[in-house]
């Protein structure tokens, strides 16, 4: 897997005048990211960009049979690029209105993370985001964390309270035990932990 590139090229990053490709981002891709575990086919003029803080579980990835047996290697082969980025240090090397979706899976319910840095994550979602993008938000861990925010205290509509003050309309929720529940979350999440708890979901957000 080391013919994968880490680091994507000016074109990928939105830096150029014309863009026509599709760009895909997964906000803290993890050691399954959605390119590998899911089972959505990309198109050959897709990009897809993992966003990881550590170099680390950028290379734990790429190590999975997860990755090595993914289908949309064989279509995307050159198309899948990962980036080592510290987002609470800088923004992310896209330019503005530049990224088709955004995807952040079980982030919002990692009681590792901080709300400033929960923020940040879907403040710069809604920068690069094009104006017809989509932010998918899904959590097969620890979903009713993600709700709240991690804090339990807090309530139970914290998540969305946050990504209506990020900018984010819900066009469409599906929770476990939905009837294309199932069918939604795979696109972007097969093989990794679930809990199956009852309370998972996958969320579509666009922009206001």
Do not use: C
Request: without cysteine; proline residues 4%.
């Amino acid at each position: 897997m080391d013919w994968i590139p880490k680091q994507p090229p000016e074109h990928i990053l939105g830096k150029e005048s014309q863009n026509p490709r599709r760009i895909f981002v997964d906000l803290g891709s993890g050691s399954y990211p959605a390119v590998f575990d899911g089972n959505r086919k990309l198109e050959e003029d897709d990009y897809y960009v993992g966003v990881e803080q550590k170099r680390t579980e950028i290379d734990r990835a790429l190590s999975t049979d997860t990755a090595k047996n993914s289908a949309n290697l064989d279509k995307l082969g050159g198309n899948v690029f990962f980036l080592e980025h510290n987002m609470n240090l800088s923004k992310l090397p896209f330019a503005d209105s530049s990224v088709n979706e955004v995807v952040m899976g079980n982030i919002l319910g990692n009681d590792n993370i901080i709300l400033h840095t929960f923020k940040i994550f879907l403040n710069e979602a809604n920068r690069i985001l094009k104006e017809d993008g989509v932010l998918v938000v899904f959590d097969t861990v620890t979903p009713g964390q993600a709700r709240y925010l991690s804090n339990p205290y807090g309530s139970d509509n914290a998540m969305l309270e946050l990504l209506e003050k990020s900018g984010f309309e819900v066009v469409k929720e599906v929770k476990y035990g939905d009837s294309d529940f199932e069918t939604e979350l795979s696109k972007y999440k097969q093989s990794h932990v679930r809990l199956k708890k009852g309370n998972e979901f996958i969320m579509y957000f666009r922009k206001k």
